[in-house]
Antibody, heavy 123, light 108 residues
Framework: QVQLQESGPGLVKPSGTLSVTCAVS?????????WSWVRQSPGKGLEWIGE???????NYNLSLKNRVTISVDKSKNQFSLKLSSVTAADTAVYYC????????????????WGRGTLVTVSS | EIVLTQSPGTLSLSPGERATLSCRAS???????LAWYQQKPGQAPRLLIY???SRATGIPDRFSGSGCGTDFTLTISRLEPEDFAVYYC?????????FGQGTKVEVK
């Protein structure tokens, strides 16, 4: 089963750039899946940030689009999130997740998740 | 953006009871792209149901999903102690993919 592991600084200063990386193991990032970032603010619900395909096609949530960049490194089997101009409102647990599109059925869902990494925006 | 509204916000039940959770979409969505997740404190969400009614691998049959159009339901037939958690519905019918705000199932 594919496993995902997030890594990155736990603390970012306001107006800075948040950077988190997700390492994919026991599977290939070049599969026919999309690789997503989802965040959860403390005590709040889940917000999809954006996703990337192995050919570097991206799909972003327009609410964050101007500040978000998602990239993929196939040689390292990992993908990354950069969120610029952060404020306290960006403090959250950041999850990476696989959005599966099975070839045998017209459907899609997030079936693999990392454990999440808490990023706090504070001076 | 499709807004998913879950109700109730909190459901207080006893083990062995039946839980019925609702998810209403702001516009019609394809039932192929409606999923449910369970989240426990300190853990990532876990996929329970996809395509409205298909159970994910390893999910017990006490979990079932139904619905179409704008109204979807997750039912837990008999609550086990490990089922007390927060449940989210989620759609991949139209980008941006969105989640409901969650329903907490707590011990009465």
């Amino acid at each position: 089963q594919v496993q995902l592991q997030e890594s990155g600084p736990g603390l970012v200063k306001p107006s800075g750039t948040l950077s988190v990386t997700c390492a994919v193991s026991a599977g290939s990032i070049s599969s026919s899946d999309w690789w997503s970032w989802v965040r959860q603010s403390p005590g709040k619900g889940l917000e999809w940030i954006g996703e990337i395909y192995h050919n570097e096609s991206t799909n972003y949530n327009l609410s964050l689009k101007n500040r978000v960049t998602i990239s993929v490194d196939k040689s390292k089997n990992q993908f990354s999130l950069k969120l610029s101009s952060v404020t306290a409102a960006d403090t959250a647990v950041y999850y990476c997740a696989r959005r599966n599109l099975p070839h045998w059925l017209e459907t899609s869902y997030f079936d693999c998740w990392g454990r999440g990494t808490l990023v706090t925006v504070s001076s | 953006e499709i807004v998913l509204t879950q109700s109730p916000g909190t459901l207080s039940l006893s083990p062995g009871e039946r839980a019925t959770l609702s998810c209403r979409a702001s516009q019609s969505i394809s039932s192929s792209y409606l999923a449910w997740y369970q989240q426990k404190p300190g853990q990532a969400p876990r996929l329970l149901i996809y395509g409205t009614s298909s159970r994910a691998t390893g999910i017990p049959d006490r979990f079932s999903g139904s619905g179409c159009g704008t109204d979807f339901t997750l039912t837990i037939s008999r609550l086990e102690p490990e089922d007390f958690a927060v449940y989210y519905c989620q759609q991949c019918s139209s980008s941006p993919w969105t989640f409901g705000q969650g329903t907490k199932v707590e011990v009465k």
